[in-house]
Antibody, heavy 121, light 108 residues
Framework: EVQLVESGGGLVKPGGSLRLSCAASGFTFSSYSMNWVRQAPGQGLEWVSSISSSSSHIFYADSVKGRFTISRDNAKNSLYLQMNSLRAEDTAVYYC??????????????WGQGTLVTVSS | DIQMTQSPSSLSASVGDRVTITCRASQSISSYLNWYQQRPGKAPELLIYSASTLHSGVPSRFSGSGSGTDFTLTISSLRPEDFAVYYCQQTYSSPSITFGQGTQLDIK
């Protein structure tokens, strides 16, 4: 059974830092791209960042570029999101999601339960 | 960025009703369109990918159609567990991926 479990969320002051983790199990982690998606309270979904299976390709939404860093450790079956210079507008539930790349399609087929990040003084 | 617009933003329906949700892209995205369901307090779950392919384990009362800029998600006969928020997602311009704003489906 595919499982993705996020951790590391919490309350942080504006300008602070936080590192999120996503522990993967039930599949060959090193074979899949991974993503972070966030959802502000009462709002919709926003793609944040993607990383390819070998970490050779990394992408960010403009809203977090230069402040967030995605990484993975395939030996530990883990995905990370280092978040620096946090702002109030980064307050959200952060989900990790597995990317599935097929001919003429790309989608997020499994999601974690999410971890809440609150940026407030 | 490609903008995704869902309509309606909310709707009320009864168990057994047939419901259709529409998603429109600001430019052609071929069939790179996915649908997700999010129940209250839960993570999103994949329903349909590539506009019309049902994800494993998803009930057949869900169906998707469309290509280019206009897409629909149809639930043929609503069940109580279907009352949730539905999101479309385009991955045509991956890695710049965007979601629709969501459609809240409530019980009438």
């Amino acid at each position: 059974e595919v499982q993705l479990v996020e951790s590391g969320g919490g309350l942080v002051k504006p300008g602070g830092s936080l590192r999120l983790s996503c522990a993967a199990s039930g599949f060959t982690f090193s074979s899949y791209s991974m993503n972070w998606v966030r959802q502000a309270p009462g709002q919709g979904l926003e793609w944040v960042s993607s990383i390819s299976s070998s970490s050779s390709h990394i992408f960010y939404a403009d809203s977090v570029k230069g402040r967030f860093t995605i990484s993975r450790d395939n030996a530990k079956n883990s995905l990370y999101l280092q978040m620096n210079s946090l702002r109030a507008e980064d307050t959200a539930v952060y989900y990790c999601a597995r990317g599935r790349d097929r001919f003429n399609s790309y989608y997020f087929d499994y999601w974690g339960q999410g971890t809440l990040v609150t940026v407030s003084s | 960025d490609i903008q995704m617009t869902q309509s309606p933003s909310s709707l009320s329906a009864s168990v057994g009703d047939r419901v259709t949700i529409t998603c429109r892209a600001s430019q052609s995205i071929s069939s790179y369109l996915n649908w997700y369901q999010q129940r209250p307090g839960k993570a999103p779950e994949l329903l349909i990918y590539s506009a019309s392919t049902l994800h494993s384990g998803v009930p057949s009362r869900f169906s998707g159609s469309g290509s280019g800029t206009d897409f629909t998600l149809t639930i043929s006969s609503l069940r109580p567990e279907d009352f949730a928020v539905y999101y479309c997602q385009q991955t045509y311009s991956s890695p710049s991926i965007t979601f629709g704003q969501g459609t809240q489906l409530d019980i009438k």
